[in-house]
């Protein structure tokens, strides 16, 4: 009877969804109805115009799609100058991999805020096209994902939790959640550059390329800025390689030296000539404004108020700080008084978010329409500033670099303050990426850079300005854990079952075969192999071989469907059967020290943990001499900075703990970061790690099944949805709210004290009645987060639905059975 109640309560569920959303239900598109748009329905060009604005394609875009590589399934890798509407492609031959070919998709980014971003503004597309749009950063998604039979899925994933998802789907035949994948989508290829990050992604494609010579057509679509080796790129990949070099509005790059400004022109052999611009007046500042903004920057800004934006690229996190200071104080005063209203509801928007208080300068600077954004500010922080400088509100934001290569924020003008990032000179492409900020397709016609130069960087700076675009060169060969983590994927999937199968697949990398152009005769991916299974074997990685196949331990099969490195998940299993033996419960404090990730390295003022440590109370002071953390310790680290007797990662980890558990317990994250004198955008960075790092835990002892860690899995499962959510000492009543990917703790509390409760409140919201009760909400967030809630209950009443009918099926098959035994009596 209670299978039969759960069948009912699911339909009733399911109807009242479709009712209150759309009026009736929906039929599943198709190609015919009505005109095409690329091969998919009419519809998704009407949606291209309603949520993003786009109203027609720009040529390149209309080749691009029409290519013959992209009709034939091949690989594609395109490249463009950044601007340049790559984003459109992609989504594009997304939604017709979802819901023409109704295989799922995997879309990798490589940073949390894009990430978020993608999935705010394609949830509405999901509702409206059916499809779902699952999130995979830090803890969030199910790993392996849940089984959809009836709407392909887009997974939009990180980097790392992409990786996880290519091994969930190599281990089960080329699907996701009982589908099929058809394509892979990787954002910012040129990436593959990079130290330890670039060698994963590198891994994770050749594990796909190796897969898909002997079974399902996958797709990898590459999107990247212009790189030196395009072609070897594509090769890399089995890739068509598409370039243009095309803008949508025109560039004038500058650079300023003294109070003069030069346009910067390149002749036909790539040497730079410069011409005088313009001067800059100073006549216009007082005394003391020239003694605060020699370089004249608060000047350049004002050239383009007050219709236009600037974007002001600086060297550190501090210079931010001090540079958005500069700009609001020679800013002129006129400047408060416009949208007031506006600027007034974003403080009180940022203050929600911080439970109370806003940074002093940033209650000061956006009255003048300024502000900084660095990784010192939360998530929740930097998001909403973002969309006050998109909305108009602000005008001049003070960032660092990786605003370039994140989130989209085109403005009028750029200003680079120092050709460095941090003590590094800056790279041709970062530089590219800066000034590709500048000009607003739709509402310039043009935008321009300034470079702010001094005598002693001038030589520099000509070579930086006239030399090409930077090579990709592979990282994978020094980054031996990477390698490692590939040879356990492939194996723990099937990919590969002997040490010459390996050899095969190390050949598909860009590694080797970069290293096989140097050298012909190369036995690099021999050597690398065989070198890493010595390593592996060292370590106990392997069973005894069945007729020289290579055989994985529990532990190794465990690391990979946990996504850890396996030395890791080797000390992790040890740590959690000490932890077994004498594991305190009384709070969270244990646990949460366990979640810690053990690469954590935020250090601490020594004064400060002194005080810390010599001031622990209760359940602190237990764990603490659980594990062997007494007096001596904090003599040793009073009088030499460190500890002897007990391993840095214990303390380091118990310090971090410590953290989690004042936050936990309600402590805001504005009073955590005065206690522990951290930025609070570096705690709330930490948080994410941690999640991350406890989902995987979680995954861990799951895959483990070991009766010794049984009670694990549970304990995590009750702490993992909080560290999901960044506040651990918020009400459990709004972590439903904040599963939606626009709303943190100042909204979450906002919705819930103006009677939006649940998902199902918002799901039936008017957008502008939503606008109206939270402060600093424009309308298109208000209907990606409508859409969301809308897309998330008609996902889980669906999995609800697809249970249903499983158990329908069982109590059919029971009964069929109970009837043969009846006869057959």
């Not at 790559?86 to 991999?97: F, P």
């Amino acid at each position: 009877m209670k299978n039969i109640s759960l069948i009912s309560d699911v339909s009733t569920l399911k109807r009242q969804l479709e009712t209150t959303f759309d009026g009736n239900s929906q039929k599943r598109l198709h190609v015919d109805d009505e005109s095409e748009f690329f091969g998919l329905p009419n519809k998704v060009k009407h949606l291209f115009k309603k949520h993003k604005k786009i109203t027609q394609l720009y040529d390149w875009q209309i080749e691009c799609l029409n290519l013959e590589a992209i009709k034939t399934r091949k690989n594609l890798v395109y490249a463009l100058p950044t601007s340049g509407g790559k984003t459109l492609v992609a989504e594009i031959l997304m939604l017709k991999e979802l819901i023409v070919h109704e295989r799922n998709v995997i879309f990798i980014l490589p940073y949390v805020a894009l990430v978020q971003e993608k999935v705010q503004s394609l949830c509405p597309f999901g509702l409206n096209l059916e499809f779902n749009v699952e999130e995979y950063v830090g803890g969030k998604g199910k790993h392996p994902p849940l089984h959809r039979k009836r709407k392909s899925s887009l997974y939009v994933c990180t980097l790392e939790r992409g990786a996880g998802l290519v091994d969930c789907m190599l281990a089960d035949n080329g699907q996701l959640g009982g589908r099929s994948v058809g394509m892979i989508v990787v954002d910012e290829l040129h990436l593959l550059g990079e130290q330890k990050r670039g060698a994963l992604l590198e891994a994770t494609l050749t594990k796909v390329l190796n897969y898909n010579q002997s079974k399902y057509n996958i797709q990898i679509i590459g999107m990247s800025a212009t790189i030196g080796n395009m072609q070897e790129i594509g090769d890399f990949l089995n890739a068509y390689v598409y370039t243009r070099d095309f803008r949508p509005v025109k560039l004038t790059e500058t650079i300023k030296f003294n109070e003069d400004i030069y346009v910067i022109n390149k002749d036909i052999d790539g040497s730079v000539k410069t011409k005088l611009d313009r001067k800059l007046h100073f006549d216009v500042y007082s005394d003391d404004m020239k003694r605060l903004d020699p370089n004249g920057i608060g000047l350049l800004v004002r050239e383009v108020l007050p219709n236009g934006s600037c974007l002001i690229f600086c060297p550190t996190k501090s210079s931010c700080l001090s540079i958005a200071k500069i700009v609001y104080k020679t800013t002129g005063r006129e400047e408060t008084q416009v949208k007031l209203k506006e600027k007034e509801e974003l403080y009180k928007a940022l203050k929600e978010e911080g439970d109370g208080k806003v940074c002093p300068l940033l209650t000061r600077s956006i009255l003048f329409g300024v502000a900084y954004h660095n990784s010192g500010l939360t998530n929740a922080e930097r998001k909403l500033l973002e969309e006050a400088f998109l909305g108009g509100i602000l005008k001049c934001i003070c960032c660092t670099s990786t605003l370039a290569a994140g989130i989209n924020l085109p403005a009028q003008r750029v200003i680079i303050t120092s050709p460095y990032v941090g003590r590094d000179f800056m790279k041709r492409s970062t530089y590219r990426q800066m000034v590709g900020r500048a000009g607003r397709a739709g509402l310039t016609e043009s935008g321009d850079s300034v470079l702010l130069c001094q005598e002693n960087d001038k030589e520099k700076i000509k070579v930086l300005l006239e030399s090409g675009i930077e090579h990709i060169d592979s990282c994978l060969g020094t980054e031996e854990n990477v390698v490692l983590s590939m040879i356990l994927s492939s194996l723990s999937s099937g990919c590969t079952s002997s040490q010459q199968q390996l050899i095969d697949l190390m050949k598909r990398t860009l590694f080797v075969q970069q290293a096989e152009k140097r050298n012909v005769e190369c036995t690099v991916a021999s050597d690398l192999i065989e070198s890493c299974l010595d390593k592996l074997r060292s370590i106990n990685a392997f069973d005894k071989p069945v007729e020289d196949k290579l055989k994985l331990t529990t532990i190794a099969k465990a690391a990979v469907a946990a996504n850890l490195d396996i030395l890791e998940a080797q000390k992790l299993y040890t740590e959690l059967l000490e932890a077994s033996s004498a594991l305190i419960l009384t709070n969270k404090l244990h646990l949460l020290y366990l979640a810690v990730p053990y690469t954590e390295c935020i250090t601490l003022d020594r004064q400060n943990v002194l005080d810390i440590m010599t001031n622990l109370q209760g359940d602190q002071q237990a764990l603490a001499n659980r594990l062997g953390l007494n007096e001596l310790c904090i003599s040793q680290f009073y009088s030499y900075g460190k500890i002897k007797n007990v391993s840095e990662s214990i303390w380091k980890k118990f310090l971090m703990s410590l953290i989690l558990n004042d936050l936990w317990n309600k402590k805001s994250i504005w009073t955590v970061s005065e206690t522990y004198n951290l930025p609070r955008g570096t705690i709330h960075s930490f948080l994410s790690r941690t999640a991350s790092h406890a989902s995987s835990i979680l995954r861990f002892t799951e895959a483990l099944n070991d009766k010794k860690l049984d009670h694990f899995p549970m304990l995590f499962q009750n702490i993992v949805p909080k560290l999901n959510i960044g506040i651990l000492g918020s009400s459990s009543d709004l972590e439903s709210l904040m599963s939606l990917p626009s709303v943190r703790f100042g909204r979450a509390t906002q919705l819930f004290k103006a009677g939006y409760k649940t998902l199902n409140d918002v799901a039936k919201a008017n957008k502008k009645e939503l606008c109206k009760v939270i402060d600093h909400l424009p309308l298109k967030v208000a209907r990606e987060m409508i859409a969301s809630a809308k897309l998330m209950l008609l996902s889980e009443a669906e999995s609800l639905e697809e249970l249903a009918e499983s158990l329908r099926a069982d109590l059919n098959q029971s009964m069929s059975k109970s009837k043969e035994n009846l006869l057959w009596f």
